[in-house]
Every structure is written in C-alpha cells, then in structure tokens.
C-alpha cells in the first residue's frame, strides 16, 4: 500500500510570513503525529492529531498550529516565521488503536526560512 | 517527561563487525522502545522494536535488548554491510497516545 506522502517536499520562506504544510497517511490509519528535525535539537514532538482530535502536543509556541480532516489527511501551519523554524518537518501515521504502535514517516517537507 | 540520551554520536565499523548503540531512559512506566534508522533525504524507517515485556528481540542481522532494571535498551547489528550505513535512533513513549521522545541519534559509517 502506497507510504506516507508530504507535499511539498521543499519550501522557501522569508521571516514573517506563514506555511502551511501537509500530510497524507497510509489508508486506514487515523493517528498523525508531527515532528520537527534540526541538526541542534534533533527530532521533537510537535503534536499529534486522532479522528480530527489535537490528543497531544509538544513543547512548542503557539504558532505552530495543526488541523486533522474526515480522511485523516493532517495539515501543519506556521505563522510568523522565524530563522529558527528551518528544518525538516515530518508526519507520521499510525493505526493507534490500544497501545502505542508503529509510526511510519513520510519523507519530510525541507522549510528554510531566509 | 521522558529523557532519553543516546550513545555513541557517531560510529565507524569494519564492514563484516557489529555494531553496538545504547540508549537510556528515565521514565520507568515506558513499555516499548522502537528503533529507526535514517537514510540522508528520508524519512526515519522502523528497524526493531521491544515491548517491555521481553528482554530481547532479533531479525536477521538486528537485535535489541533491553534491561528494565537499568532502564536502558541496545542495538545490536552484526555482519555490517555498507547499507546499513545511516543515521539511527532509539525512542520511547512520553506522555501517552503517540507521543514518542527520541535519542539525539547515532550516524553509523560502514567501511568497506
């Protein structure tokens, strides 16, 4: 069955503006989770959304924002960029009925913000 | 919250000699403990996990084992083949649902 896809695979933004991102889980699964990877602070929890449910977030600012759809299709935004905001941003998704389960990555969005 | 570290950043092996990493965690109520691994322009890639219930687990060329008493897991992978070269990482659950906290990663180099 067809992986984990993010769209787009690579953006540009200059200080200020906003992005929005997306994600599209493997058929079947309803838990998305966002991570964000810098070469600094690694691989950090950003949040993660179930049956359109925000059931947990990571320690990040309010500008850091997320949506879930009817199809599980997950959506992240941030508003007001910042330098620091540079990094590979990846979804996962996740049957996540019972105890944890696998996580399956998609290939991540590459945002640098000039 | 959960505290993972991870050990070594780095490590460079013979092609055909194992390779050991570690990992450490703080929170004594974790339950499973997935690896990935990490090809450059990809995402991570689930390689083992161990649920907290056994002490090790095997496939192929990968193990993972894990000690509850200490509160720490490893990664085993013998033979080593330059495909394995690539970033890994250990993780363990925080704070519920999916929530995952990750080790700060390991950049494996096979030498052929």
């Known amino acids: 069955k067809a992986g984990v896809t993010q769209t787009p695979r690579y953006l540009i933004k200059t200080r200020g503006q906003q992005v929005t991102l997306s994600c599209s889980p493997i058929?079947?699964?309803?838990?998305v989770s966002w991570y964000q990877q810098t070469p600094g602070q690694g691989l950090q929890f950003l949040f993660e959304?179930?049956?359109?449910?925000?059931?947990n977030k990571g320690n990040f600012p309010g500008r850091f924002s997320g949506r879930q759809f009817s199809n599980s299709r997950s959506e992240m935004n941030v508003s007001t960029l910042e330098l620091g905001d540079s990094a590979l941003y990846l979804c996962?998704?996740?049957?996540?009925?019972?105890?944890?389960?696998?996580?399956?990555f998609g290939p991540g969005t590459r945002l640098t913000v000039l | 919250g959960e505290n993972v570290e991870q050990h070594p950043s780095t490590l460079s092996v013979q092609e055909g000699d194992s390779a050991v990493i570690k990992c450490t965690y703080s929170?004594?109520?974790?339950?499973?403990f997935p690896w990935y691994k990490q090809e450059l322009g990809k995402g991570p890639q689930l390689i083992i996990d161990i649920r907290s219930n056994v002490g090790e687990k095997k496939d192929q060329r990968i193990a993972v084992t894990l000690n509850k008493t200490a509160k720490h897991f490893s990664l085993h992978i013998t033979e080593t083949q330059p495909e394995d070269s690539a970033v890994y990482f250990c993780a363990a659950p925080t704070g519920g649902y999916q929530k995952v906290t990750f080790g700060t990663g390991t950049k494996l180099q096979v030498i052929p």
């Open positions: 959304y179930f049956s359109e449910t925000q059931r």
């Open positions: 996962a998704s996740s049957f996540a009925v019972g105890s944890y389960n696998e996580q399956f």
């Open positions: 929170d004594s109520a974790s339950n499973y």
């Open positions: 058929s079947g699964h309803r838990s």
